[in-house]
């Protein structure tokens, strides 16, 4: 059967890579003004995909403001072929608020030149998201075109449906030889005879479902092939019995394999078979201090900036909102899938660095000021000189134990809620500042009379709060007459215990947690395991001759604080190690290699926090790792997903077994080497346990009855890429030449995560809702006359018009809040909620505590699909499925 084949040309354009976006960009004004100059040509080389990612447009038309009005008329003209993503966004460790708001910008961008590709195209990414199908529908996009996660034992045809995890379908247009293999097209007759007989077209070609067949004519920063006309003409007579070469697009390619109706074949969940093509499965922990910084400011970005400016609009601040769009593009540009990676340079790295830096620069300042803003204004008859206003960006009233860092007058004082009860707090660390604090200058007005102190000591408390109120805020008072203080103390029993926990510290430092709520007791839990790390930038790879290394094997410093309300251990331990892969072989340890591992217990509070803490200055390419044993034998690891909870095979049983009858077949071992968004469980049906990363987000299970959580701290190595890895033979995934030593990471690092024990199953127990809260710290702005310097910076005074309590809504019910943003179009908000849960149904109830004008669901472009019924400013849903969300939009009064 004579086959169409759809000739596409297009660049795969990373941003950075073994290069770095400045050499990327000054390439692009050469190549992209090429392209142009080509499309405007009269030949039938009349349209070029720009690689589905419209940074590439902000990147050129920065520097050539001069050929906008080009584009546009090329776009509308169907040549240039943009969108519908920013950047090319990894899908496994990026969130999914990052995702969706990357292909929201970058429709946007498109749309002010013409129509966007409406294809879910991602060339390169290092896998798909089981959350991806419902994503794409949701934008309104029906088709994906990508590469790597699906292999011939999954499939026989390039062709297949895709059931996301919530059980949303798209459909799916593989190529599974890569998005490279047109682009080296030859130029000699004899050679050009045979090209479409080789590899990969041969085989390829082969499992299409349809005549029709896509040929995609570029690679990695490719310019335009010119003569490209010529030679598909020569290919035509060459092959004029087996082939017909047209110059096409994605969309048709697409259009033509529809138009023929084959029966399609279905895959489901998340796509990471590494046969055919490398899925780098342990890329989450590569270059572990730049994951940690996308970890914790996306948290940031969603759970904190935008729910506080969507207050303050409430309350009638302007947003802002090119501020918050710059922000954003930031992280999308780390968001790409080498640059999250962290497979690229040390020298690129350091531009995904301080782009990081910088995002969390402007958010966290922009919060500042923000948090400063309504808390001056605010119009408390109980204020005194000093006021503590606590915001609550969860969608329920909380209460706890909140540490913040302030500046206080006088070590004793009582800390007063709105009915003036005192609150008890514990001074936790305190550095006297008093010539810094008060030998500032900038005071706007010389005359006023305002509270000076005597001292000023920086400190970090922790206090007990109650009845914060759902995104809100509520406003405290320092009294410097009285006293509620709970005085932390150093103690010598090896013993702490809350409401929920009994924690035995052993000599060794393991831990001994006893569950109050069902008399469990967990016995060696916080083991800290170093090793050898033979691998490079794309992959972890143990050693040939590895060591493992056991903190339980020594036996550290221990310091044990405790007050009335506020609870920590601090381990410090001094491991000896294996100072290279070399020493590690011969198991010699030369190497002082100090770590301390702190964790804290507050009152009240299901969640125990840990931080480690490494002085990794003396140790090269090596692993750190923290297992706690559950004693829950399982098959499936629980973890959450973008939007949702998904279940995970501890062990691929059926990939694995074809991995040892053919190794050479595959790309990559199916190991089980996972990342999750904010949790990792184990449960049976009345118990269980999470982890849940703050920094690194990668883990698997291990054990001999897969009972045992191993969360990566951090892994080092010295090679962007290296050949013949134990997890990933063959080949070097990057370039072997290009040495990494600052992924050495020979510095000071800490790592948070937390743990949390549960005495009910996995539902029951609301997980998702406990890990979301976990990343949603309330936030405490101090306000005192005498700060008001250059310590933050001088403003004027303000009327005092708001209240001294304030909650913009509640919910309640089993659904996890996802996002609180201002809408990008309108003057209301978003609220997307979803179903965290493994098997119920979702729902919730949303109470609004001012009038609601508008409420509507709407779809991931915030167009609406059907109005809400509002009753009493409520708003009620139900029967949320599986790992589905819901995203609304409302506006009050």
Avoid at 248 to 271: D, H, M, N
Avoid at 294 to 303: A, D, G, K, M
Avoid at 479 to 487: E, M, N, T, V
Avoid at 545 to 555: N, Y
Wanted: hydrophobic share 35%; with cysteine; proline share 4%.
């Amino acid at each position: 059967m004579k086959k169409t084949v759809h000739v596409v040309p297009h660049s795969h354009w990373d941003r950075e890579w073994y290069f770095t976006t400045s050499r990327s960009k000054i390439y692009l004004m050469h190549d992209l003004k090429k392209v142009l100059e080509q499309l405007e040509k009269d030949t039938p080389y009349d349209s070029f995909i720009l690689d589905g990612q419209a940074s590439l447009l902000d990147d050129y038309l920065n520097w050539r403001p001069q050929d906008k009005a080009r584009i546009k008329q090329l776009v509308q003209q169907g040549k240039l072929i943009i969108g519908p993503w920013y950047t090319q966004t990894d899908q496994l460790v990026i969130s999914g608020e990052s995702i969706v708001r990357n292909m929201l910008y970058g429709m946007k961008i498109c749309e002010e030149f013409g129509d966007y590709m409406n294809v879910g195209y991602v060339p390169d990414s290092f896998g798909q998201a089981a959350s991806m199908p419902q994503i794409y529908r949701e934008f309104g996009i029906e088709d994906t075109m990508f590469w790597r996660g699906v292999s011939d034992d999954d499939v026989a045809h390039t062709e297949y449906t895709w059931r996301g995890e919530d059980g949303s379908v798209v459909n799916v247009y593989q190529i599974p030889s890569g998005y490279y293999i047109g682009g080296a097209i030859p130029e000699r007759e004899k050679d050009l005879a045979e090209f479409l007989h080789q590899e990969p077209f041969k085989t390829t070609w082969g499992r299409s479902s349809t005549d029709q067949v896509y040929f995609p004519n570029g690679f990695d920063q490719a310019p335009v092939r010119e003569n490209l006309p010529e030679l598909v003409g020569q290919m035509n007579k060459l092959y004029q019995a087996e082939y017909e070469l047209q110059f096409s697009t994605i969309e048709k390619y697409i259009a033509a394999v529809k138009e023929r109706q084959p029966e399609l074949e279905e895959v489901a969940g998340e796509l990471i078979n590494g046969k055919l093509m490398r899925i780098h499965k342990t890329i989450f922990s590569s270059r572990s201090d730049l994951k940690a910084m996308n970890t914790q400011i996306q948290h940031y970005l969603v759970n904190v900036m935008e729910p506080v400016l969507t207050m303050a609009m409430q309350l009638g601040f302007e947003y802002p909102v090119e501020t918050v769009k710059e922000i954003w593009k930031l992280m999308f540009e780390n968001a790409a899938h080498d640059s999250i990676g962290s497979c690229v340079s040390d020298t690129t790295n350091e531009d995904v660095y301080m782009r990081y830096k910088q995002a969390r620069d402007i958010s966290m300042n922009l919060v500042e000021l923000t948090l400063r803003q309504i808390s001056t204004a605010i119009d408390n008859p109980q204020a005194h000189e000093i006021t503590f206003t606590l915001f609550n960006t969860y969608d329920t009233e909380r209460e706890g134990v909140i540490e913040a860092e302030v500046y206080l007058p006088q070590k004793e004082f009582a800390l007063l809620d709105q009915a003036g009860d005192s609150l008890p707090y514990t001074i936790l660390e305190l550095i006297d500042q008093t010539e810094y604090v008060l030998n500032q200058g900038n005071v706007l007005n010389s005359v006023k009379e305002i509270y000076l102190p005597e001292k000023v000591y920086k400190a970090k408390i922790a206090f007990e709060a109650s009845k914060v109120p759902s995104v809100g805020y509520t406003q405290l008072t320092i009294d410097l007459k009285g006293d509620s203080s709970a005085p932390l103390q150093t103690i010598s029993d090896n013993v702490i215990e809350n409401g929920y926990y009994h924690i035995t510290v052993n000599k060794n430092g393991s831990l001994d947690i006893l569950d109050k709520a069902n008399e469990v007791l967990y016995k060696n839990q916080g083991i800290i395991e170093e090793n050898g790390d033979d691998g490079d930038s794309f992959n972890y790879s143990p050693p040939v001759k590895d060591w493992v290394i056991s903190s339980a094997d020594f036996e550290p410093e221990i310091t044990i604080k405790q007050s009335a309300i506020y609870q920590s251990v601090r381990l410090e331990f001094m491991l000896k190690v294996p100072k290279d892969l070399a020493e590690r072989a011969e198991k010699k340890a030369s190497a002082e290699f100090p770590i301390a591992l702190e964790l804290a217990l507050r009152k009240n509070s299901p969640i125990i926090d840990f931080t480690l803490t490494a002085e990794n200055q003396k140790v090269d390419s090596h692993r750190v790792c923290v297992l706690f044993d559950t004693g829950i034998a399982s098959k499936f690891s629980i973890a959450d997903q973008q939007f949702g909870t998904l279940e995970r095979p501890v062990v691929f049983e059926k990939e694995m077994a074809l991995w040892e009858a053919n190794k050479e077949q595959w790309n990559e071992q199916p190991i089980a080497v996972e990342t999750c968004q904010s949790f990792v469980s184990l449960f049976e049906e009345r118990r269980g346990v999470s982890v849940m990363p703050k920094a690194v987000r990668e883990y698997e299970i291990v054990g001999e009855a897969f009972d045992t959580i191993r969360l990566t701290i951090f892994r080092t190595y010295g090679f962007m890429g290296k050949e013949n890895l134990m997890y990933r033979p063959g080949r070097a995934s990057g370039e072997t030449v290009i040495a990494t030593p600052d992924a050495q990471c020979h510095k000071t690092m800490s790592f948070d995560f937390s743990v949390a024990y549960f005495a009910d199953g996995f539902d029951q127990s609301n997980v998702a809702q406990l890990a979301k809260q976990v990343v949603t710290p309330i936030e405490v702005y101090q306000y005192a006359e005498f700060l008001n310097s250059r310590l933050i910076f001088t403003l004027g005074d303000v009327e005092k018009t708001l209240p001294a309590n304030f909650s913009l809504f509640e919910i309640e019910g089993n659904l996890t809040l996802s996002v609180l943003k201002k809408a990008e179009d309108r003057p209301g908000y978003i609220l997307r909620l979803y179903n965290g849960l493994l098997k119920e149904n979702g729902r919730a109830k949303i109470t609004f505590n001012h009038a609601v004008k508008a409420a509507e669901k709407v779809d991931l472009k915030e167009e609406t699909k059907e109005p809400l019924s509002i009753i009493n400013d409520t708003i009620e849903l139900e029967n949320i499925g599986h790992a589905k969300f819901v995203t609304l939009y409302v506006e009050q009064i």
